[in-house]
C-alpha cells in the first residue's frame, strides 16, 4: 500500500510539474536545443538516425496532434477504433502540448469564442498581437475550462488514459531518442523535433490569424489560409477552410491545397480503419 500510494504520489506532482512548467519548456529550454544542434553537426557527431529521428518523431507527433487531439476529439470529424485513437493521443502526447483533454478544451474554446473575449490566443482581440497568439497566451491565458468543455471528453475512455498517462507519454518522447540515439538523439529526435512541432503549431494561432488568404469571410473572423503553414502541420494551415466546415476533418478544398493529414484519413478510410467521416460541403 505504501508503494502505491508513493506512486500516486509521484504521479501527481509529476502532472502538476509537467502542467505549471510547460509554457517554460517549450518557450525558453527547446530553444537551447538549437546550438546544440549546429555544434553536434559541426563536431561530426550527428548520424542518418538522428536526422530519421527527427523526421520520424515529428510526423508521428505532428499528426498525433493534427488527427488525434484536432480532427478526432476535438471536432469528432470521424470515427476509429480503440487501438488507433490511442495510438494517435499517445503521438500527441509526445508532442508535449499538454494532455489531450487540456489541449481540445482550450481549441474548443477558441472557436467558442474566435478573435474575441473568449478566445485564448487571438492576435487580434484588444491588439494583443502575433507574440500572445504564438506563445505569450501559454503565460496568461492556459486556463481550459475543463467543467465546461473536458466533461464530455473525458467520458471517452482513451481521452481518460491518455490525459491520465501524459507526463509518462511525453517524456518517452524524449526518452525513446536519447535510448536509441544517445545524447544527440535527445538533441535531434527529442528536444530540436518539439521545438520545432511547437512553433508550427503555434503558427495556425498567430500567422495563420494574420497573413494569408480568406476565401470565406463569411465565416466573421481573422482566421486565414497560408500554404506554408499547412506543409509544416500536415494540413492545419488551411484555417480559413477549415474554420467554414469545423467538423469535417478534410481541409483541402482544391485540388491545389495540399492537405496531407486528410490524405491519410482518406487512405484509412478505404481500408476501413476509420468511420464515419463528416463530409465537406461544397466550396
Not at 26 to 36: A, D, E, K, R
Not at 102 to 123: I, T
Not at 141 to 167: F, I, S
Not at 182 to 192: H, N, T
Request: proline share 6%.
Amino acid at each position: 500500500m505504501l508503494n502505491q500510494q508513493k506512486i500516486q504520489l509521484f504521479s501527481l506532482k509529476l502532472r502538476r510539474l509537467m502542467n505549471d512548467g510547460y509554457p517554460y519548456f517549450v518557450v525558453w529550454i527547446t530553444p537551447c536545443s538549437i546550438p546544440l544542434a549546429l555544434y553536434t553537426r559541426y563536431q561530426g557527431q550527428v548520424q542518418a538516425l538522428d536526422v530519421c529521428l527527427l523526421l520520424g518523431f515529428y510526423i508521428y507527433s505532428g499528426l498525433g496532434i493534427s488527427l488525434g487531439y484536432h480532427r478526432l476529439i476535438s471536432h469528432r470529424g470521424y470515427q476509429t477504433s480503440r487501438w488507433l485513437k490511442k495510438i494517435l493521443l499517445i503521438g500527441g502526447a509526445m508532442a508535449i502540448q499538454g494532455p489531450p483533454v487540456v489541449w481540445a478544451s482550450l481549441h474548443l474554446q477558441h472557436h467558442h469564442g474566435v478573435d474575441s473575449h473568449g478566445d485564448p490566443h487571438s492576435p487580434h482581440y484588444q491588439n494583443k498581437g502575433f507574440w500572445h497568439a504564438h506563445c505569450g497566451w501559454l503565460f496568461t491565458h492556459y486556463q481550459p475550462n475543463l467543467p465546461k468543455y473536458g466533461r464530455k471528453l473525458l467520458k471517452d475512455p482513451e481521452v481518460a488514459h491518455a490525459t491520465r498517462y501524459y507526463p509518462y507519454y511525453a517524456l518517452l518522447g524524449l526518452g525513446i531518442p536519447a535510448l536509441v540515439g544517445g545524447w544527440v538523439g535527445l538533441i535531434w529526435g527529442g528536444l530540436l523535433r518539439i521545438l520545432l512541432l511547437s512553433h508550427a503549431t503555434w503558427s495556425v494561432n498567430s500567422i495563420c490569424h494574420l497573413w494569408g488568404s480568406q476565401p470565406y469571410p463569411s465565416v466573421r473572423d481573422h482566421s486565414k489560409n497560408n500554404l506554408w503553414i499547412a506543409l509544416l502541420t500536415f494540413g492545419e494551415g488551411w484555417h480559413n477552410n477549415h474554420h467554414r466546415q469545423l467538423q469535417t476533418p478534410y481541409y483541402s478544398q482544391k485540388w491545389y491545397q495540399l492537405d496531407l493529414g486528410g490524405l491519410l484519413l482518406q487512405m484509412l478510410q478505404k481500408i476501413g480503419l476509420i468511420w464515419q467521416v463528416r463530409p465537406a460541403k461544397s466550396p
